[in-house]
């Protein structure tokens, strides 16, 4: 199993422009979660879904971010415009209702 | 609502002595724990669950933690630290059989030689 694969690992644009992060969770598992993970806010919750639905999107900072989940093996986390404030690392974790297995990370770089 | 409280983000320890990561947990229903690990510019593993039966659990790199529900602890320990435990270490709490966790605010463990 090649574990949760995140694409790209490494993303620098500037800002005000769309950035979109993907996922592919491990097969089978019917959780996936989009964390973001700063030195200064820590490790933060965005959103999440459960069989491809989403169901808490509270920790979506504003309207410039969304996520999408059209089928079992695919996410993508879009920001638009981006911002400087958005340079974070974000990951993708899956689970299949026990523990999260968390990709390798995206390092978003805002200029 | 759960909630996590991991003591002292930063933690200190030389090599070959003993690791002591502290966990405390809130949950209205019986929960699953877990400890997660995080090397430099990597993902966050797990490290060791617990979910039910036993409740001193044994993790990889060995790592242990005992769930204690008098005390809605977790703790983590490690007889003999390593240089390569020098990581961040997460807390969790969810409910069974629900994916979704509530982390802790992370420990970072310095080991020194």
């Known amino acids: 199993d090649a574990g949760v694969i995140q694409s790209p690992r490494h993303e620098v644009t500037e800002m005000g422009q769309e950035v979109t992060l993907r996922c592919k969770p491990i097969?089978?598992?019917?959780?996936l979660f989009w964390y973001r993970q700063t030195m200064m806010r820590g490790l933060e919750l965005l959103i999440y879904f459960n069989n491809n639905v989403p169901i808490d999107d509270s920790g979506m900072p504003e309207d410039r971010f969304s996520a999408k989940m059209p089928n079992a093996s695919f996410s993508t986390l879009k920001i638009q415009p981006s911002e400087p404030r958005d340079s974070a690392v974000y990951f993708c974790?899956?689970?299949?209702?026990?523990?999260?297995?968390f990709g390798p990370g995206t390092r978003l770089t805002v200029l | 609502a759960q909630s996590v409280t991991q003591l002292g983000s930063h933690v200190s320890v030389s090599e070959g002595a003993l690791v002591l990561l502290r966990c405390n947990y809130s949950?209205?229903?019986?929960?699953?724990l877990f400890w997660y690990v995080q090397y430099p510019n990597q993902g966050l593993q797990l490290l060791l669950k617990y979910t039910t039966g036993a409740t001193l659990v044994k993790g990889i790199n060995g790592f242990e933690a005992e769930f204690k529900k008098s005390e809605t602890s977790f703790h983590l320990t490690k007889p003999s630290a390593h240089m390569s435990d020098a990581a961040e270490y997460f807390c969790a709490v969810s409910e069974r059989g629900v994916g979704k966790s509530t982390f802790g605010d992370g420990t970072t463990l310095t080991v020194k030689p």
């Open positions: 949950s209205s229903v019986p929960p699953y």
């Open positions: 974790a899956s689970s299949g209702g026990n523990e999260q297995f």
């Open positions: 097969s089978g598992h019917d959780y």
